[in-house]
């Protein structure tokens, strides 16, 4: 394999990886904050054992995150340093900030939401359950806006970098970046609140938060529906399970709406990335929305269940309206401005190579629909569940169908981000910066094949080695269950003294 994929796929597996725990740390935030607010109002003591529980929860995942987060950072200056150095007025403003309004955030208060249940009063620890929840959004913020830009550059300008520490000298607007530029020519912030606001960040941003409280709430559902599985804990595992399904289904319909305005803005910004998320290689009118299927790209066509007008009217809101085909997308203008001097029937043959590929563009944005669609349904089953009573009811066998169910769904929303991540980076394909740097021109001049291929196989070894003791160490910390007021263990069923328990029964 060529150094480009390699990387791409060292960078991958690392930001892959680590995707794992942020919207886990972010969507719990959200929730703690909910226990705590809701302890703070009623004085239910209930609330207060919710909250101290899922913090140890957090306090674990918040941990690896942080561990598996600096690997990209140092990414960014070995394998992508030609990259790092194009964009490094642009992202240094992004991740400065994110370091100062979001790291010194969490950093700062994470002593008192973890360690001062005892030590500081039940407001000043809620404000300081606020003060991470915060800064765990601030963080997904800066990030988001950073890869935004990626994906639809705005309020900077082109400048050839001065020797000798000589100002820069501005480039024209339509400047087209080639290959012999990379160590000479850079992007620079022109506008700092048009390159924050570039087109895509606020669609993308709700996009994400979402995705990560739809995470973190059926987290929460999952280890509640094992507990009342196994008849332990029930009262705990009631009130997580209430707080944490009325949260997800209010989640999900914010995310069916952020959903639509991304893919408009797709349509808008990225036309080759939404042809390829459906495999529309024609334009034509009504165009039909594929539900599932495959991409034959040899005879350049799409076979599945296809339902007509569909992506048209999703798209814009109109049925008739023609969708941008692949064929069609980039358009000879472009081309003929990087490849001067072509027929448009030799710009037709290179058309191809300014597609990302096609098929795979397509299944990983279908599998996000699909089990986007499938925690939609299983929030909205367990909330009208909820609401007529009888999804507690465990010794229906249907109810205790759904709770296996919700135990298995915690892995939903993470193949749902991990597919929504590989759509957005594989549709920008083949640039880094979307029309302005190709990912090949990206790349350190100094690496090497065999040290990717090391660093891939090492990298492997310790994310695997981290993933496992993240699972015994979840696992340890369940299985241990919540807490009472005095810190004694809550017991287990048949054992007196297990205030839970006891009430869990009377209940049933």
């Given at each position: 394999m060529s150094v480009e994929i390699l990387s791409r796929i060292?960078?991958?597996?690392?930001?892959?990886f680590h995707f794992l725990y942020p919207p886990m740390s972010i969507g719990l935030g959200c929730?703690?904050?909910l226990m705590e607010g809701l302890y703070l109002k009623t004085k239910n003591p209930l609330y207060h054992h919710l909250a101290h529980f899922w913090t140890k929860i957090f306090g674990l995942i918040f941990a690896i995150g942080v561990a598996t987060g600096i690997v990209m950072e140092f990414e960014f200056g070995t394998n992508w340093a030609a990259y790092s150095r194009f964009v490094g007025d642009i992202f240094g403003s992004a991740l400065a900030a994110e370091g100062i309004f979001a790291f010194f955030l969490e950093s700062g208060f994470l002593a008192l939401l973890l360690f001062g249940w005892d030590k500081v009063g039940p407001k000043l620890h809620f404000f300081a359950t606020c003060m991470v929840a915060l800064g765990a959004h601030f963080s997904a913020l800066w990030i988001v806006v950073a890869n935004s830009w990626m994906q639809t550059p705005a309020g900077y300008h082109l400048e050839k970098i001065g020797v000798n520490g000589a100002p820069g000298t501005p480039l024209p607007a339509d400047y087209i970046v080639q290959a012999a530029d990379m160590g000479h020519v850079r992007a620079v912030v022109e506008n700092f609140w048009q390159m924050v606001f570039n087109p895509s960040s606020l669609e993308r941003l709700s996009h994400v938060l979402l995705g990560a409280w739809m995470t973190g709430a059926f987290l929460v559902i999952s280890i509640s529906a094992w507990y009342l599985l196994k008849g332990v804990h029930l009262k705990f595992a009631k009130a997580s399970m209430t707080i944490a399904l009325c949260f997800a289904a209010v989640t999900t319909i914010l995310q069916s709406v952020s959903a639509d305005a991304t893919a408009r803005g797709v349509v808008v910004n990225q036309p080759i990335k939404l042809a390829s998320m459906e495999g529309v290689y024609s334009t034509q009118d009504y165009t039909p929305m594929t539900a599932f299927g495959y991409v034959d790209t040899k005879n350049q066509t799409v076979h599945g269940l296809k339902i007509p007008a569909l992506l048209s009217f999703l798209c814009f809101h109109d049925f008739k309206t023609a969708v941008p085909g692949l064929l069609t997308l980039p358009s000879d203008e472009f081309l003929a401005a990087r490849h001067p001097g072509l027929s448009p029937d030799e710009l037709a043959k290179i058309r191809p190579k300014y597609w990302p590929k096609v098929g795979a563009v397509f299944q990983t944005y279908h599998i996000m629909i699909i089990v986007g669609s499938a925690l939609f349904g299983l929030?909205?089953?367990?909330?009208?569940l909820l609401w007529k009573g009888w999804l507690f009811r465990t010794d229906i066998p249907a109810i205790r169908g759904l709770l296996w169910i919700?135990?298995?769904?915690?892995v939903g929303p993470q193949i749902c981000n991990q597919a929504g991540w590989f759509t957005a980076e594989l549709g920008r394909q083949p640039w880094i910066v979307y029309n302005l740097l190709r990912t090949s021109e990206g790349l350190s001049r100094s690496v090497q094949a065999?040290?990717?291929?090391?660093s891939i196989i090492m990298f492997l070894l310790i994310y695997l080695l981290l993933f496992i003791t993240f699972l015994y160490l979840l696992n340890e910390k369940i299985q241990h269950?919540?807490?009472d007021d005095e810190g004694h263990h809550v017991k287990a069923p048949g054992v007196s003294g297990d205030p839970f328990l006891q009430k869990g029964r009377a209940s049933n």
């Open positions: 060292q960078f991958a597996l690392t930001v892959s929730l703690l904050v929030s909205f089953l367990g909330f009208s919700f135990v298995f769904s915690v065999q040290q990717v291929v090391f269950g919540p807490e």
